[in-house]
């Protein structure tokens, strides 16, 4: 690229663009704003802006040509720029991308670059106090036309770009963010502190149970070895109470694995040992990169309890030989935990309504719609509303 705007020249475009983000407050024509200025300098047939959204997450601002990557966020590690957004370089330069496997790698979102020959690419940091928040990504159809002249142009009006787009990008995060009335939050916050309460009453009441059945398995091992012994269809009598008393155990402990392995896990342990020996069909799938473990412990025990029942209800009663459980994202703001059977579905008047009516009651306390239906079997979706 020639060298045709002089110091004084570059550092007047540079003040422009300042002056246009300062008038914008929406990030959606933030960058249109200031595209003939960047043009001025650098020459591009498109030109985005990638940002840090949610962890894990980008989402971009294009002018030029509109392409996918402004139409729905991405994963990092799908990005084209992962190696910037990564700290693994400080610069990304390219004769040609569509030839380039930094750019086309597997996995990675690069059908704007192949499908519109986006060859001439330079790709340079976004910071804040020091702090990555994205990238800039200036790209033209001209093979080889960028060096490191364009480099550098690149970096200042990044420099620049960085502290606006960081503040336009909060601000629209916010608006996204579901709004809730100050009586509602406090009804969330009270429900959340009964909940955190019943959830230190189960842990207490596993304690008891657990020293209560040590206590039994004690008793039991004098009257099996004892002078007199007792009969043996009464000691098997109490040895099976204290099975299930154990058992009750250890169903109760299992959230303990919430915190050493996290949700997916702990819900395909539950299931497998729900499932046993039936010989059905049990399957666990994540959607979500892992989006139950990074809510409120408080939350995700809830979730989990949900899912814990109405695996039990298929397992139990419904005869199932095919039970799913699948975790979703349908949009960036709600997450879903779907426990699916094929067995013999809930009864219109069921004997047992108790373990229904804890799953409702868990939903509620944690502000989560709770919808159970009959597709084939049984479906349970339990749908909470997170930050994106």
């Known amino acids: 690229m020639t060298d045709t705007l002089d110091e004084p020249r570059t550092g007047a475009v540079l003040l422009d663009i300042a002056r246009r983000l300062g008038a914008v407050t929406d990030i959606a024509g933030a960058l249109e704003s200031v595209a003939g200025d960047i043009a001025g300098l650098i020459p591009f047939t498109h030109c985005d802006i990638c940002l840090l959204d949610r962890p894990g997450w980008v989402v971009s601002h294009e002018v030029g040509i509109r392409t996918r990557w402004s139409r729905a966020s991405g994963r990092i590690d799908h990005a084209p720029v ?8 400080e610069v990304m330069l390219s004769e040609d991308a569509t030839q380039d496997p930094r750019y086309t790698f597997a996995g990675a979102i690069c059908e704007p670059i192949l499908n519109h020959k986006l060859r001439s690419r330079v790709n340079v940091l976004m910071r804040v106090q020091g702090r990555i ?12 036309l960028y060096d ?18 960081h503040i336009l990008h909060k601000a629209d995060r916010a608006r996204r963010l579901p709004r809730v009335n100050p009586d509602e939050e406090a009804l969330r916050r009270g429900a959340l502190e009964l909940t955190r309460a019943l959830e230190t009453e189960r842990q207490r ?14 008793r039991l091992l004098r009257e099996a070895t004892g002078d007199s012994p007792l009969p043996r269809e009464v000691l098997a009598g109490r040895l099976r109470q204290t099975i299930d008393d154990l058992r009750r155990i250890i169903d109760t402990a299992v959230p ?19 499932g046993g020996d039936g010989g059905a069909q049990l399957t666990v799938t994540d959607l979500t990169q892992g989006a139950p473990d990074t809510l409120d412990p408080t939350v995700r025990t809830a979730l ?8 039990n209800n298929a397992t139990r009663h419904a005869g199932a030989s095919r039970i799913e459980v699948a975790m979703d994202r349908p949009s960036p703001a709600l997450l879903t935990i779907t426990v699916r059977d094929d067995g013999c579905g809930i009864p219109a008047a069921p004997a047992r309504q108790s373990g229904l009516m804890h799953m409702r009651t868990r939903a509620r306390l944690i502000s989560a719609a709770l919808d159970i239906s009959a597709d084939h079997g049984t479906v349970v979706r339990v749908s909470l509303r997170i930050a994106p």
Request: aromatic share 6%.
């Open 256 to 274: 303990t694995l919430l915190e050493l392995f996290g949700f997916a896990h702990a819900v395909r342990v539950h299931l497998d040992r729900a």
């Open 133 to 144: 928040i994205g990238t800039l990504n200036i790209s033209h159809s001209t093979r080889g």
């Open 82 to 89: 992962r190696d910037l957004l990564t700290g693994q370089c």
């Open 304 to 311: 989990f309890h949900i899912a814990q029942e109405a695996i």
């Open 205 to 218: 009441i596993g304690m008891d149970l657990h020293d209560q059945t040590l206590a039994d398995l004690s």
């Open 148 to 165: 490191a002249r364009a480099v550098d142009l690149a970096q200042r009006i990044a420099d620049v770009l960085a502290p606006w787009f």
